[in-house]
């Protein structure tokens, strides 16, 4: 019996042994997956993060940049990875968007880490499931957006077992993805009055001597609301060396010049003198808000001499793509057509202005207007009807006083300038130079393009579009398009009148549209001057030159939404600037980011 007992001792122990070894084991599993699952949940914020970055890089920018961002993302939010090499991106994130084409960074691997970043994500994409091992691809949704508008990011890791090795388990791994999409949601909120596109410049805003800008309140019918005015200037005062101390991206310069926002009245910085005034919004991308301090704001005093309201900090660049997505949709920006190559120089630069592709609903409308109205001859004789030429029409290149009259349908000027010394009215489009050629109306002339109830265009191929100060420019609803070496200069007088209204109907691709300016002229700027009576209806669009006003004594309101590289008001004149409601672009659609796998 002694015998059995120390039999059964001795299994005992065996069996003891063999279930401390089990519950270690078990108990080393469980640490182990543990850590792999807290792992996992730390991956899937870092690769959230990452494909919302590239979403939003893809949407403003491009495709190689949102796979350089989303790579950052990881490499900054995973504190063991020592660095990510983002080469490839260049090299696999090429040319435009294709929706049916997903591309996908060959797998970069750091430390414990494999990384890689598919843009677009196409809707049949395997990246597009549940994230559940063996699901298939979710139903779409609406708010699944476009496959340009989406990036994904992957990323597997490794986990060295703490204590499971002993059991024959060296390494765990994880797998997780995230896809995002970034895009521009509806209109949301009244219209920027004013915006200002420099990236870097100084003095963008700018009032000097007596001259002013009043960026003033908006009424609208629909909903019997007074908008504040808004302007916005998109520098951030980063020229070499910065901006002098005296010359903030937004500017007064002078003791009687001035910058006002205006708005509903009893505002906390109102004009004790004007009801309203100063109760608008002024913003700049620049430091230095809120208030007026360099390099954002600088005044010529302190008080009335500067702008005001004080500008508050914009946050992000507005830029000029809302323009161009609503005039001249195009899939990618960084090239233009080779039937438009003469404009290449003027076009090339909305590329340094991060212009992302577009997928709305409109239609590249701009590029086409230059392709069919070509560099030189007769403009195409199938678009917008048949076109006759001036030298068929009239003797010489002048309209001399008592030789005025009126020409129905489109006309070619093919001279090297045209001279309008009396009233010449053309219900038609117009088209200037072979390719060089003015327009200058002169003395008392007074040049009509009558475009009303059928929207046109006045096409300037290169050269001066003048008016003298005692000379009158009346544009109903024509749309003026000035090519890289074209220039305005608009002068004004005590007699002189300039209106100039856009094309007023909605079906109409240039609806609202009267100015759009590839001109890179830097050496002057477009110019306009107070008016015995002016009246600017519509969006004017300078993205790359400067526009400057000069006034003849009394405030001149315009109807106007001004896009420009600068803006400077001088002399003795105001400038009032006060879109009409529903006749501007909205250019506050700041991108937004959704996860949506």
């Known amino acids: 019996m002694r015998r059995l007992r120390e039999s059964d001792r001795g299994v005992s122990l065996v069996l003891v042994a063999m279930s401390l070894t089990v519950l270690f084991g078990a108990a080393a599993l ?16 870092i690769t959230d993060s990452a494909a919302s970055a590239g979403a939003l890089d893809a949407l403003t920018t491009d495709g190689q940049t949102a796979c350089e961002s989303a790579l950052a993302y990881v490499a900054v939010n995973a504190n063991d990875i020592p660095s990510l090499d983002a080469t490839g991106c260049a090299t696999t994130f090429t040319g435009p968007c294709n929706p049916l084409l997903a591309r996908s960074l060959p797998p970069v691997t750091s430390g414990r880490y494999t990384i890689s970043v598919t843009y677009p994500v196409p809707n049949g994409h395997r990246l597009m499931t549940s994230g559940i091992v063996g699901a298939g691809t979710q139903a779409l949704d609406p708010a699944d957006g476009s496959p340009c508008e989406r990036v994904g990011v992957e990323m597997t890791a490794t986990r060295d077992s703490l204590f499971a090795q002993v059991l024959g388990f060296g390494q765990g791994q994880t797998s997780v993805h995230s896809v995002a999409r970034a895009f521009l949601p509806p209109p949301d909120g009244p219209p920027i009055n004013l915006l200002l596109l420099d990236r870097f410049g100084c003095s963008v805003m700018q009032a000097s001597g007596n001259g002013g800008i009043i960026i003033d309140e908006i009424f609208d019918p629909a909903s019997g609301e007074v908008i504040p005015g808004e302007g916005a200037v998109d520098s951030n005062a980063g020229i070499p060396g910065g901006c002098p101390a005296d010359q903030g991206t937004i500017d007064v310069n002078g003791s009687d010049a001035l910058i006002r926002a205006d708005g509903p009245p009893a505002c906390l910085n109102e ?11 002024l913003k700049t991308f620049a ?8 390099p954002a704001c600088t005044g010529s005093g302190s008080g009335p001499n500067n702008p005001n309201p004080p500008p508050t900090a914009q946050g992000a660049r507005l830029t000029r793509a809302p323009i161009d997505h609503r005039y001249n949709c195009r899939s990618d920006y960084s090239t233009v057509p080779a039937t438009v190559g003469w404009a290449a120089d003027a076009l090339t630069v909305a590329n340094e202005q991060d212009i992302p592709g577009c997928d709305g609903p409109g239609g590249p409308e701009i590029h086409n207007l230059i392709a069919n109205v070509r560099q030189s001859g007769l403009p195409n004789g199938t678009f917008a009807g048949p076109w006759q030429t001036w030298s068929s029409l009239h003797p010489d290149c002048s309209v001399d006083p008592g030789q005025g009259f ?13 001279e309008v010394k009396d009233t010449l009215t053309i219900n038609g489009n117009l088209v200037a130079g072979n390719p060089a050629g003015d327009i200058a109306v002169v003395s008392s002339g007074h040049l ?9 265009f006045l096409f300037m191929r290169e050269g001066l579009f003048s008016k003298a100060g005692q000379a009158s420019i009346t544009l109903t609803e024509t749309m003026v398009y000035l090519s890289k070496n074209s220039r305005i200069e608009m002068n004004g007088g005590s007699l002189g009148n300039l209106i100039w209204i856009a094309p007023d109907d909605e079906n109409h691709p240039l609806d609202d549209l009267a100015l759009w300016s590839d001109s890179t002229i830097t050496t002057d700027p477009h110019f306009w001057a107070g008016q015995a009576d002016l009246k600017m209806e519509g969006v004017f669009f300078v993205p790359i030159v400067s526009v400057e006003y000069a006034g003849q004594g009394a405030q001149k309101q315009t109807k106007a939404q001004f896009i420009a590289d600068k803006l400077h008001a001088r002399g003795n004149g105001t400038l009032t600037v006060a879109p009409v409601a529903g006749r501007a672009v909205d250019l506050k659609s700041v991108p937004q980011t959704t996860l949506i796998r």
Do not use: E, F, M, Y
Request: aromatic share 6%; proline share 11%.
């Open 271 to 281: 004009d004790p003198l004007v009801p309203g005034g100063g109760c608008g919004i």
């Open 287 to 294: 430091p230095g808000t809120p208030g007026c301090n360099w």
């Open 406 to 418: 009126t020409i129905s349908g489109n006309v070619w000027v093919d001279c090297p300038l045209l």
């Open 448 to 456: 009509i393009v009558n475009n009303v109830g059928n929207p046109g």
């Open 30 to 45: 469980a640490i182990d997956i543990g850590a792999i699952w807290l792992d996992r949940s730390t991956d899937q914020k």
